[in-house]
Every structure is written in structure tokens, then in C-alpha cells.
């Protein structure tokens, strides 16, 4: 497995929308297990392949406290979604931003799963958003998309700082 690097907003690559697996093979497999080594090392709850710069329709999550129980899904759909609720959102392509957004409170999913057979999941709560956030993210959306333009603005300005900061003094490994 190998760990993948993360694009960060404003970076135009995240407005890409990414193109349906045709078949699951051992090459989506192995980007699935690279995505998740990813998340994991990032502490993430969530990735999609837009973010490691992969136009294919891959999620990995993993909302438990273990970090044991991986989800994969393979071109996801919502076929249903009822009511709406506030949360509060975070994304590793936007580090230290977090903000309220509005989404459906359930959403019935369509994906295939790693061995490549349809299922379909009901979420609410956390799973819902997280969900409804990643697949954003294969259709090129971010977060921030949501905000005000004003408050879009303002965290431009604070990432373009943090990025020219990281840029004179990179995080040493
Ligand atoms: O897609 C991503 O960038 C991952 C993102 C998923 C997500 C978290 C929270 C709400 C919606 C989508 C993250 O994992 S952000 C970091 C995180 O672990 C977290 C942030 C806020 C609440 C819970 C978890
Ligand atoms: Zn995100």
C-alpha cells in the first residue's frame, strides 16, 4: 500500500468529475486500499478518488472508533434522500476549515462493492452527510461551495496564507 497525495482546495483538479468504473479490477482494488492508507494516516472519515487526483468514482470511509470497519463504495448513487439537517463539516482538501452545511438527513446509496456487486445501504447522521459530501466530491464540489460568498472568501484568504506559510517552512516528516 502506499500513501497518496492530497489536493487542496482552491486547486482547479478537485472541479474534475470523475468517470464510472467500468469493472472492478485488481487496479481498483489497489487504489481503494492506497485511498484508505490515506484517509487513515490524514484522520479522515472520508475520501474520494477526485481528492488524490484519480477521475474514477471510488469512496473509502470509516466512521468507527477503531478505524476497523472500512466501507467501499464503487460508483455511488443516492436513490433517495428525506429530510434535512445541519452538520458540521470538515475536508482534508480544506485543512483547518470546518463549517455548517445543510444536507438530507437520509439517503438510501447504490454503490458496488470491491468485488464488485451492487448493494445498497440506508444512512442518517454522520454516514449521510459523509456520503453526500464524497460523492460531491466525484461530481467536482467542495464544501465551500455551500458557504456564503462572503464567508467562501474569507477561507480563501486563510488557505492561501496557510499554503504560503507551509511554502517557507514545510512540515518537516
Ligand atoms: O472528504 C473528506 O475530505 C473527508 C472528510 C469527510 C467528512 C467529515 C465530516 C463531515 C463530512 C465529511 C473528513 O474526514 S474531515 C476530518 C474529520 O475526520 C471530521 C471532521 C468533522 C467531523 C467529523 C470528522
Ligand atoms: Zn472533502
Do not use: W
Amino acid at each position: 500500500m502506499s500513501r497518496l497525495n492530497i489536493l487542496e482546495f482552491p486547486d482547479p483538479r478537485l472541479r474534475r468529475v470523475a468517470k464510472p468504473v467500468e469493472s472492478v479490477t485488481d487496479k481498483e482494488r489497489q487504489l481503494a486500499a492506497d485511498m484508505l492508507e490515506t484517509m487513515y494516516a490524514s484522520r479522515g472519515i472520508g475520501l474520494a478518488a477526485t481528492q488524490v487526483n484519480e477521475g474514477v468514482r471510488v469512496v473509502v470511509m470509516d466512521l468507527s472508533e477503531q478505524r476497523n470497519e472500512p466501507r467501499y463504495f464503487i460508483n455511488p448513487e443516492i436513490i433517495d434522500r428525506q429530510g434535512t439537517q445541519a452538520c458540521e463539516e470538515g475536508c482534508l482538501s480544506v485543512p483547518g476549515i470546518y463549517a455548517e452545511v445543510n444536507r438530507a438527513e437520509r439517503v438510501t446509496v447504490r454503490a458496488l462493492g470491491l468485488d464488485g456487486e451492487a448493494f445498497e445501504l440506508e444512512a442518517d447522521g454522520l454516514l449521510a452527510v459523509c456520503i453526500q459530501h464524497e460523492i460531491d466530491h466525484l461530481d467536482g464540489k467542495v464544501f465551500v461551495d455551500y458557504l456564503s460568498p462572503l464567508k467562501r472568501r474569507m477561507v480563501e484568504k486563510r488557505l492561501r496564507k496557510q499554503q504560503r506559510l507551509d511554502k517557507a517552512e514545510p512540515a518537516r516528516a
